[in-house]
């Protein structure tokens, strides 16, 4: 659960690996971009004991990448909301769907949750598999762009666009888009 009282000692690697398959309910996708986050760098950067400094749930050794994009080349048996040449990009946390905090709604507090990236294998490969139920099409942004490469250029920034809105305004309280508010001193303006 804190990685960085887990894990030391990290290795940054270069590998060959297999191409996945994807399970039953899983989308094969070729990754065409993917960004690196903060918590990328900090999953190999260390403390003088060697601990990493990523602080939540990790698994390791693990292919990392969370912010990304690509093309879905092949579905899982059971997936049906993809068709190959689809354009997509993913959430990075997986919930089960069952344990009781899913039942109730609060899938963000599953018991068995997986990330993308952190505790399953992640973007910084050629291909990756993820639950389709992850996965979001942004094909229909072919109008806005006319290009698939440009398309899937910014459909990479997704993920951190929409941690950076949260932030912003779901959990910083008092700011609310198009509305500035101030707290200057009595006599000055802005």
């Not at 993308?116 to 996965?135: H, I, M, P, W």
């Not at 072919?142 to 993920?159: Q, S």
């Not at 779901?170 to 303006?189: D, L, Q």
Request: glycine share 8%; with cysteine.
């Amino acid at each position: 659960m804190n990685a960085s009282e887990v894990w030391r000692n990290p290795e940054l690697k270069v590998t060959e690996k297999e191409c996945p398959s994807p399970k039953n309910d899983e989308v094969l996708i070729r990754v065409r971009y993917a960004g690196i986050c903060g918590s990328d760098v900090s999953m190999i950067e260390t403390d003088e004991d060697g601990y990493v400094h990523y602080s939540a749930y990790l698994r390791l050794p693990n292919i990392t990448g969370h912010e990304f994009s690509g093309e879905v080349v092949e579905t899982g048996e059971d997936a049906r909301l993809f068709e190959t040449g689809d354009l997509v990009t993913a959430e990075v946390t997986d919930y089960c769907g069952r344990c009781n905090m899913c039942r109730q709604g609060f899938q963000g507090h599953c018991e068995n949750f997986e990330q993308v990236g952190f505790t399953t294998s992640g973007a910084f490969a050629k291909y990756v598999t993820v639950s389709e139920k992850l996965l979001w099409d942004v094909s229909s942004l072919r109008n806005a762009y006319g290009d698939d490469d440009e398309v899937l250029r910014a459909a990479a920034t997704i993920e951190p666009t929409t941690i950076s809105y949260y932030g912003l305004f779901k959990r910083a309280e008092g700011v609310v888009p198009g509305i500035i508010t101030s707290t200057t001193a009595p006599g000055r303006s802005v």
